[in-house]
Protein backbone atom coordinates (compact mmCIF):
# COMPACT_ATOMS: atom_id res chain seq x y z
CA UNK A 1 0.00 0.00 0.00
CA UNK A 2 3.29 2.27 -0.08
CA UNK A 3 2.79 5.72 1.23
CA UNK A 4 -0.92 5.78 0.45
CA UNK A 5 -3.24 6.17 3.41
CA UNK A 6 -7.09 6.04 3.66
CA UNK A 7 -9.28 6.28 6.50
CA UNK A 8 -11.57 5.02 8.00
CA UNK A 9 -11.26 1.48 7.18
CA UNK A 10 -14.60 1.10 7.72
CA UNK A 11 -17.32 4.02 7.69
CA UNK A 12 -21.53 3.13 8.19
CA UNK A 13 -23.66 6.39 6.41
CA UNK A 14 -27.15 6.55 7.80
CA UNK A 15 -29.73 7.34 5.39
CA UNK A 16 -29.69 11.17 4.72
CA UNK A 17 -25.95 11.73 5.60
CA UNK A 18 -22.86 12.97 3.92
CA UNK A 19 -19.93 10.85 5.25
CA UNK A 20 -16.39 12.26 4.00
CA UNK A 21 -13.56 9.36 3.21
CA UNK A 22 -10.30 10.32 3.73
CA UNK A 23 -7.14 10.09 1.12
CA UNK A 24 -3.13 11.00 2.14
CA UNK A 25 -0.70 10.16 0.10
CA UNK A 26 3.28 11.50 1.16
CA UNK A 27 4.74 10.06 -2.22
CA UNK A 28 4.86 13.55 -3.92
CA UNK A 29 2.36 12.33 -6.56
CA UNK A 30 0.66 14.79 -8.47
CA UNK A 31 -2.20 12.70 -9.77
CA UNK A 32 -4.75 11.29 -7.77
CA UNK A 33 -7.81 9.04 -8.32
CA UNK A 34 -10.80 7.70 -6.68
CA UNK A 35 -12.53 4.42 -7.25
CA UNK A 36 -15.43 2.29 -6.20
CA UNK A 37 -15.28 -1.45 -6.05
CA UNK A 38 -17.93 -3.64 -6.04
CA UNK A 39 -18.38 -7.80 -6.43
CA UNK A 40 -17.78 -9.35 -9.65
CA UNK A 41 -17.48 -5.81 -11.83
CA UNK A 42 -13.95 -4.62 -10.98
CA UNK A 43 -13.37 -0.52 -10.48
CA UNK A 44 -14.76 2.19 -11.45
CA UNK A 45 -13.52 5.59 -11.29
CA UNK A 46 -15.62 8.59 -9.76
CA UNK A 47 -13.25 11.61 -9.49
CA UNK A 48 -9.22 12.00 -10.40
CA UNK A 49 -7.55 15.00 -10.17
CA UNK A 50 -4.09 16.09 -12.12
CA UNK A 51 -2.93 18.84 -9.68
CA UNK A 52 -4.01 20.92 -7.09
CA UNK A 53 -7.24 22.70 -6.95
CA UNK A 54 -8.37 20.90 -9.98
CA UNK A 55 -10.62 17.67 -9.95
CA UNK A 56 -12.41 15.81 -13.06
CA UNK A 57 -15.64 13.86 -12.79
CA UNK A 58 -15.08 10.20 -14.26
CA UNK A 59 -17.18 7.72 -15.25
CA UNK A 60 -19.48 7.55 -11.94
CA UNK A 61 -19.91 10.92 -10.19
CA UNK A 62 -22.99 11.31 -9.31
CA UNK A 63 -23.59 11.74 -5.44
CA UNK A 64 -20.49 12.06 -4.82
CA UNK A 65 -18.04 15.23 -4.03
CA UNK A 66 -14.00 15.56 -3.61
CA UNK A 67 -11.79 18.49 -3.39
CA UNK A 68 -8.10 18.91 -3.71
CA UNK A 69 -6.78 21.94 -1.34
CA UNK A 70 -3.06 20.20 -1.02
CA UNK A 71 -1.37 18.19 -2.97
CA UNK A 72 -0.81 15.52 -0.98
CA UNK A 73 -5.26 15.24 -0.34
CA UNK A 74 -8.06 14.34 -2.27
CA UNK A 75 -10.70 13.88 0.35
CA UNK A 76 -13.80 11.95 -0.94
CA UNK A 77 -17.48 12.86 0.29
CA UNK A 78 -20.02 10.60 -0.16
CA UNK A 79 -23.69 12.52 -0.10
CA UNK A 80 -27.15 11.71 0.17
CA UNK A 81 -28.21 11.82 -3.20
CA UNK A 82 -25.87 8.38 -3.61
CA UNK A 83 -28.69 6.00 -3.33
CA UNK A 84 -26.37 2.76 -3.54
CA UNK A 85 -23.01 3.97 -1.45
CA UNK A 86 -21.91 -0.07 -0.28
CA UNK A 87 -18.77 -0.36 -1.86
CA UNK A 88 -14.98 -0.38 -0.95
CA UNK A 89 -13.70 2.77 -2.11
CA UNK A 90 -10.11 2.97 -3.03
CA UNK A 91 -7.81 5.58 -3.80
CA UNK A 92 -4.69 5.95 -5.90
CA UNK A 93 -1.95 8.50 -6.77
CA UNK A 94 0.28 8.32 -10.03
CA UNK A 95 3.77 10.73 -10.08
CA UNK A 96 4.13 12.90 -13.15
CA UNK A 97 6.86 10.55 -14.84
CA UNK A 98 5.31 7.06 -14.41
CA UNK A 99 2.78 5.36 -15.77
CA UNK A 100 1.73 3.12 -12.57
CA UNK A 101 -0.92 4.00 -10.34
CA UNK A 102 -0.57 3.09 -6.73
CA UNK A 103 -3.66 2.48 -4.40
CA UNK A 104 -4.64 2.81 -0.72
CA UNK A 105 -5.78 0.19 1.63
CA UNK A 106 -9.68 1.31 0.81
CA UNK A 107 -12.43 2.37 3.11
CA UNK A 108 -15.49 0.04 3.18
CA UNK A 109 -18.53 2.02 3.27
CA UNK A 110 -21.75 0.27 4.80
CA UNK A 111 -25.37 1.84 5.15
CA UNK A 112 -26.85 1.45 8.23
CA UNK B 1 -14.63 1.67 -26.93
CA UNK B 2 -11.42 0.39 -24.84
CA UNK B 3 -12.07 -2.35 -22.46
CA UNK B 4 -10.39 -5.47 -20.61
CA UNK B 5 -11.74 -9.04 -20.29
CA UNK B 6 -11.12 -11.38 -17.74
CA UNK B 7 -13.07 -14.47 -18.93
CA UNK B 8 -12.33 -16.65 -15.88
CA UNK B 9 -14.04 -15.47 -12.42
CA UNK B 10 -11.93 -18.02 -10.95
CA UNK B 11 -8.91 -20.04 -11.64
CA UNK B 12 -8.26 -23.21 -9.09
CA UNK B 13 -4.49 -24.86 -9.02
CA UNK B 14 -2.52 -27.54 -7.32
CA UNK B 15 0.61 -25.91 -5.31
CA UNK B 16 3.79 -26.45 -7.33
CA UNK B 17 1.60 -26.40 -10.81
CA UNK B 18 2.10 -23.75 -13.44
CA UNK B 19 -0.66 -21.01 -13.32
CA UNK B 20 -2.22 -18.85 -15.86
CA UNK B 21 -4.33 -16.26 -15.41
CA UNK B 22 -6.06 -14.98 -18.97
CA UNK B 23 -6.73 -11.37 -19.87
CA UNK B 24 -7.94 -9.96 -23.44
CA UNK B 25 -8.11 -6.32 -24.18
CA UNK B 26 -9.76 -4.31 -26.72
CA UNK B 27 -7.85 -0.71 -27.40
CA UNK B 28 -6.70 1.36 -30.33
CA UNK B 29 -2.89 2.03 -30.96
CA UNK B 30 -0.29 0.82 -28.40
CA UNK B 31 -1.55 -0.08 -25.18
CA UNK B 32 -0.51 0.48 -21.77
CA UNK B 33 -1.51 -2.74 -19.42
CA UNK B 34 -0.91 -3.73 -15.85
CA UNK B 35 -1.66 -6.22 -13.59
CA UNK B 36 -2.86 -6.00 -9.55
CA UNK B 37 -3.58 -8.23 -7.37
CA UNK B 38 -5.83 -8.05 -4.29
CA UNK B 39 -5.70 -9.57 -0.74
CA UNK B 40 -9.09 -9.64 1.18
CA UNK B 41 -10.10 -6.03 2.55
CA UNK B 42 -7.11 -4.65 1.16
CA UNK B 43 -5.85 -2.08 -1.85
CA UNK B 44 -4.17 -3.33 -4.44
CA UNK B 45 -0.89 -4.18 -5.05
CA UNK B 46 1.10 -3.54 -8.26
CA UNK B 47 2.49 -6.82 -9.56
CA UNK B 48 3.63 -5.55 -13.59
CA UNK B 49 3.07 -3.63 -16.79
CA UNK B 50 3.30 -3.59 -20.07
CA UNK B 51 4.45 -0.50 -21.91
CA UNK B 52 6.77 -1.32 -24.52
CA UNK B 53 9.63 -3.47 -25.24
CA UNK B 54 10.37 -7.05 -24.87
CA UNK B 55 6.53 -8.90 -24.90
CA UNK B 56 7.73 -11.06 -21.61
CA UNK B 57 7.65 -8.80 -18.46
CA UNK B 58 8.87 -10.04 -15.15
CA UNK B 59 7.09 -8.69 -12.07
CA UNK B 60 6.80 -9.01 -8.36
CA UNK B 61 6.50 -12.31 -6.49
CA UNK B 62 7.82 -14.54 -9.34
CA UNK B 63 4.77 -13.50 -11.64
CA UNK B 64 5.03 -12.53 -15.37
CA UNK B 65 2.79 -11.60 -18.23
CA UNK B 66 2.96 -12.02 -22.05
CA UNK B 67 1.90 -9.48 -24.52
CA UNK B 68 0.86 -10.79 -27.25
CA UNK B 69 -0.11 -7.66 -30.08
CA UNK B 70 -1.92 -9.98 -32.90
CA UNK B 71 -4.39 -12.07 -29.66
CA UNK B 72 -4.81 -8.77 -28.19
CA UNK B 73 -3.78 -10.91 -24.92
CA UNK B 74 -1.85 -10.55 -21.55
CA UNK B 75 -1.78 -13.41 -19.73
CA UNK B 76 -0.49 -13.54 -16.68
CA UNK B 77 1.63 -16.27 -15.42
CA UNK B 78 3.89 -18.31 -12.69
CA UNK B 79 5.92 -21.03 -13.21
CA UNK B 80 5.17 -22.42 -9.69
CA UNK B 81 1.83 -21.65 -7.30
CA UNK B 82 2.00 -20.98 -3.81
CA UNK B 83 -0.87 -21.21 -1.20
CA UNK B 84 -0.43 -17.31 -0.40
CA UNK B 85 -0.88 -16.31 -4.38
CA UNK B 86 -4.72 -17.02 -3.72
CA UNK B 87 -5.95 -13.75 -3.91
CA UNK B 88 -7.95 -11.57 -6.68
CA UNK B 89 -5.94 -10.58 -9.52
CA UNK B 90 -7.12 -7.71 -11.61
CA UNK B 91 -5.68 -6.68 -14.97
CA UNK B 92 -6.44 -2.76 -16.62
CA UNK B 93 -5.29 -1.41 -19.37
CA UNK B 94 -4.91 2.51 -19.35
CA UNK B 95 -7.59 4.44 -21.07
CA UNK B 96 -6.29 6.18 -24.15
CA UNK B 97 -8.59 9.22 -23.43
CA UNK B 98 -6.30 11.04 -21.10
CA UNK B 99 -6.03 11.49 -17.51
CA UNK B 100 -4.75 8.20 -17.10
CA UNK B 101 -8.01 6.31 -16.31
CA UNK B 102 -7.41 2.93 -15.73
CA UNK B 103 -9.74 0.26 -17.43
CA UNK B 104 -10.29 -2.65 -15.61
CA UNK B 105 -11.60 -6.21 -15.95
CA UNK B 106 -14.06 -7.92 -13.25
CA UNK B 107 -10.67 -9.90 -11.32
CA UNK B 108 -10.10 -13.34 -11.01
CA UNK B 109 -9.98 -15.05 -8.24
CA UNK B 110 -7.24 -17.46 -8.03
CA UNK B 111 -7.21 -20.60 -5.26
CA UNK B 112 -3.72 -22.24 -4.82
CA UNK B 113 -4.85 -26.05 -3.14
CA UNK B 114 -2.04 -27.80 -0.89
Known amino acids: DGGITQSPKYLFRKEGQNVTLSCEQNLNHDAMYWYRQDPGQGLRLIYYSQIVNDFQKGDIAEGYSVSREKKESFPLTVTSAQKNPTAFYLC???????????FGPGTRLLVL | AQSVAQPEDQVNVAEGNPLTVKCTYS??????LFWYVQYPNRGLQFLLK??????LVKGSYGFEAEFNKSQTSFHLKKPSALVSDSALYFCAVRDKGGYNKLIFGAGTRLAVHP
Open chain 1, 92 to 102: ASKGDSQETQY
Open chain 2, 27 to 32: VSGNPY
Open chain 2, 50 to 55: YITGDN
